[in-house]
């Protein structure tokens, strides 16, 4: 495939998910630790009414997930993460049985067993199947759509400083996909979409450079996203925390649209829905290309 050619549509379950415009994904986590405490909801009903949020404020996509990916986060067992997956997917799906979900997950037994009860979503794998061999395998098989993200290590790990060294992270990220991307592919899996992974095995100065870098990524020909929202490079370079950072958030993650970001995962769905109005709506007038 023409690596500057870009997939404009992915399939999930017979429908199309269209990227010929940038696309919002909300975060719903089921997690009592997850950093940001409004994405949360401790039961099905705090589920249904954050996904009627995400979808009311202009979200196309509702990414529910159970391991806090944070930096340092405590394990938790496979039968844990699905214990706390499965009442709320149940509840989006049977509120809002149109509506696409993206579930947040590394492991291929969570897939296998929520696709077994729930049928079709995007998986969205933190570690691009590096922390479990059978994930690749599961997705290509069972014909799901990929998110394929970039880390150095494990959420307990990857903040060391032997996890966060790269000759230039730009080039160092590209060709991790170039890598994960080929066997991805050779597996079958038909339908993939690349994420940097801000914030994960990477330094401040590293989230940077990567935003600065982002349209590198277009290269591959997957849609690109990128989860930004409220990230601790906002927080330290303003010198406050997460509950403070919504202008920074949006700031970037304007820069990342105008860098070809086709989707933008986020905890401030109407907020990133007006930045993708914003920035659309400009390109309708751009005259020049320097």
């Known amino acids: 495939m023409d690596i500057f050619y870009k997939k404009q549509t ?6 199309l998910i269209d990227f010929s415009r940038p696309l919002v994904m909300g975060i719903l986590n089921v997690t009592p630790d997850s ?18 949020t995400i979808l009311k404020e202009g979200g196309s996509i509702i990414d529910i997930g159970a391991y806090s990916s944070r930096p340092g986060a405590d394990d938790i067992s496979a039968d844990e993460e699905y214990r706390r997956l499965r009442p709320a997917v149940s509840a989006v799906r049977r509120h ?4 696409f979900l993206s579930i947040d997950t590394f492991r291929a037994e969570i897939v296998r067993r929520l696709f077994d009860e729930f049928g079709a ?10 922390f479990d061999a059978g994930m690749i395998p599961a997705v290509a098989e069972l014909g799901l759509p990929y998110i394929a993200m970039h880390t150095s290590a494990t959420p307990a790990e990857m903040q060391k400083p032997e996890n966060c060294e790269y000759e230039d992270v730009v080039t160092d ?61 906002f927080s330290r370079l303003l010198g406050t925390d997460a509950e403070h950072t919504a202008a920074a958030t949006l700031a970037a993650q304007t820069i990342a649209l105008q860098k070809g970001a086709d989707i933008l995962r986020v905890h401030d769905v109407k907020q990133a829905r007006d930045a993708v109005l914003v920035v659309e709506e400009t390109g309708k007038y751009e005259k020049w290309d320097l």
């Open 10 to 15: 992915i399939n999930c379950d017979g429908r």
């Open 35 to 52: 950093f940001y405490a409004p994405s949360r909801a401790s039961n099905e009903s705090e589920a249904v009414v954050r996904a009627e």
């Open 96 to 99: 809002f049985p149109e509506a």
């Open 121 to 130: 979503f995007m998986v969205n794998d933190i570690s691009a199947g590096m």
């Open 173 to 233: 990220v590209a060709a991790f996909f170039t890598n994960r991307r080929h066997e991805c592919m050779q597996a079958g899996i038909k339908d993939i979409v690349i994420d940097p992974g801000f914030g994960f095995g990477k330094t401040f100065d590293d989230n940077y450079r990567l935003l600065a870098g982002l349209d590198v990524m277009k290269l591959f020909g997957c849609p690109v996203l990128v989860g930004l929202s409220r990230k601790s490079m």
